[in-house]
């Protein structure tokens, strides 16, 4: 009998330890949805309210970018061709 209770005792302190991190789990699991849910709602909230004039504008073939005014070769053909230090440098 004393060892039924001892086991008996043991069994319920893992029962106890089990229940205890399922609901911590239960509840942050359910604090990470509520967050998410809420920081999406605003984040849709605040999206719909600016100005959309053109929500998916297309590319102009015809204009051109004022970024990269050579051409595409033009860029690689000139391009350093061993960015990195040489290893001579780096003893």
């Not at 302190?13 to 205890?20: K, L, P, R, S």
């Not at 605040?46 to 070769?73: E, G, K, V």
């Amino acid at each position: 009998m004393p060892n039924f209770l001892i086991v008996a005792r043991i069994c319920w302190g893992v029962v106890v330890v089990v229940v205890v991190v399922v609901v911590v789990v239960v509840v942050v699991v359910v604090v990470v949805v509520v967050v998410v849910v809420v920081v999406v709602v605003v984040e849709t909230q605040n999206f719909a309210s600016l100005p959309h004039p053109n929500p998916y504008p297309r590319p102009n073939p015809h204009r051109h970018s004022h970024r990269h005014p050579q051409p595409y070769r033009y860029r690689f053909r000139h391009r350093d061709p061993y960015p990195f230090p040489h290893p001579s440098v780096c003893q």
